[in-house]
């Protein structure tokens, strides 16, 4: 057997072990298995006529035929300005023969694709090659495609049979029956376009170091309703925040949403000083409740904000910069209205209209000089002398409720020693981009689409905290 030249030099390394040592069961086994993998895929570079079974097949995993895809940006930017712009654009997308796999098969590693372009493994045909005997000398002649190649309407791409393995496998169960019931839970709407989440307080979004659970995992492993694509963020919200997230269900329509969250963002930076209040096409709601109270009722807070390092780069702040400092920043925009002020405290809304990290925190601390309840990051003077508000719970205190995950969502209002972040998105107006995807009439013309609005109830101690401030 002649071995890929790729792997010859590691074998060889490795053909005289020491027999005492007890890791080198381990080495031939890890060597077994990389050859296994390589071997199966260098089956796939035979020409295709010495790729036949006994029943004639060739040894191809066939994608579906290309068809023409949304141009995100294009759509998304008609979607915010109701298709006021005049000039006429082509709402598809050329695409190329590595995002088409990665969209048809998202469960197949990435490395593992650009690797079988890399080899030249991949195939192209046309729509009208079949799986029939008929059709076998058509097959024989499909051409090698590149990674970067644009493909035609009615384009097939051929795969090597051993990436079908990885298509079949199913995603690892992250979760039991209780985990998953919880998680079904937390849905607040779905169609087959997004998916909506009231973001529980204390679950972080993505997963990172010491992250052990995360919520996209999660999605992925219990939201995906039999989508064979799982669930995708599109954006993000901070650990310790909750309230509406919203997901997509589909590649195509995770980019268009990707595409109106990033051009109402890039929209109302470049026209800070003319903020349209009634463009609601897409407008989120928080409800915060903040320590001392605004000197006006409502107003418009435009603070760029800008980052820097701490602990020898092991840290960073959100800080709010001034246009004369020499150092790099982004326009943050919030409008902000008070809903109820008692107690030393207030509730207010804000309406991010730029979405920058840790935006509202640092507005409400900084600018509006009222930190939010909890936010010992940007908060952390007037939690020093924190004094818990007494309140008497006789009538509201019931047996407590054991979460997955070990959540918690009673423990932390501000009749407690220490309260927990008092954010939450309440309310979310979103395009009905299920609707646009799959109506042609709205090609040129997006002035007839219909918004979403989402509301998500507050989690248990922001409940609390709001019933002591009404009290």
């Known amino acids: 057997m002649v071995l890929p030249p790729l792997f010859r030099p590691s074998v060889i390394l490795r053909t005289s072990p020491s027999y005492t040592d007890p890791s080198s069961e381990i080495l031939y086994f890890s060597i077994f298995h990389v050859l296994k993998s390589t071997l199966a895929l260098s089956n796939a570079s035979e020409p295709v006529s010495q790729q036949k ?22 759509l998304g930017n008609r979607i915010l300005n109701r298709g006021a712009q005049a000039e006429v654009e082509t709402s598809t997308a050329a695409i190329t023969a590595l995002k088409w796999v990665i969209h048809c ?9 650009q690797k079988l372009f890399r080899l030249r493994k991949v195939r192209r045909g046309s729509s009208m090659i079949e799986n029939s005997e008929y059709n076998l000398e ?19 791409i051929f795969l090597p049979i051993s990436a ?11 979760c039991n029956k209780d985990e998953e019931t919880f998680m079904h839970s937390l849905v607040l709407y779905k169609d087959p376009a997004i998916l909506v989440i009231n973001k529980p307080p204390g679950l972080p979004v993505q997963g990172g170091i010491g992250v052990k659970r995360s919520l996209d995992e999660l999605a992925a492993s219990c939201l995906s309703y039999g989508y064979s694509e799982p ?20 590649s195509t329509s995770t980019s268009l949403l990707h595409s109106v969250f990033r051009e109402k963002t890039f929209d109302a930076s470049k026209h800070a000083n003319h903020v349209d209040s009634e463009k609601k096409i897409l407008l989120k709601r928080y409800w915060a409740l903040v320590i001392g109270s605004p000197r006006r009722s409502k107003g418009l807070i435009t603070a760029p ?18 246009n004369a400092e020499p150092m790099p920043f982004q326009q943050a925009i919030t409008r902000y209205k008070v809903i109820k002020s008692h107690h030393g405290y207030t509730w207010l809304e ?21 930190p939010i309840v909890g936010d010992y990051k940007y908060g952390w003077q007037a939690h020093k002398n924190w004094k818990p508000f ?3 719970f006789h009538k509201n205190q019931g047996k407590k409720q054991f979460l997955p995950f070990g959540l918690d969502f009673e423990s932390g209002s501000i009749a407690e020693t220490n309260p927990r972040l008092h954010l939450h998105c309440k309310q979310l107006t979103l395009p009905d981009v299920s609707f646009a995807l799959h109506n042609d009439s709205l090609d040129q013309d997006c002035s007839r689409l219909e918004c979403l609005e989402l509301d998500a109830p507050l989690p248990s101690y922001m409940q609390k905290s709001w019933d002591i401030i009404n009290s």
């Open 53 to 74: 079974n006994e029943k004639g097949s060739n040894r191809w995993f066939t994608l579906p035929p290309y068809t023409a895809t949304v141009n995100a940006s294009i």
């Open 231 to 250: 669930p995708r963020l599109v954006h993000r919200l901070d650990r310790d925040s909750s309230g509406i997230l919203i997901m997509g269900r589909t």
């Open 305 to 322: 904000l800008g980052k820097i390092v701490l602990d020898d780069g092991r840290s960073e702040r959100i800080m709010v910069i001034d």
């Open 164 to 174: 079908q393995v990885f298509s079949t496998e199913k995603t690892r169960d992250y």
């Open 390 to 392: 007494h309140y008497n």
């Open 350 to 370: 804000l309406c991010p209209l730029t979405g920058r990290k840790h935006q509202l925190r640092v507005h409400c601390a900084e600018v509006l000089g009222t």
């Open 105 to 113: 098969c998202p469960e197949l590693p990435r490395s593992l694709v």
């Open 138 to 156: 058509a097959r024989d002649q499909l051409k090698r495609v590149a990674a970067k190649d644009i493909l035609n309407v009615g384009d097939q």
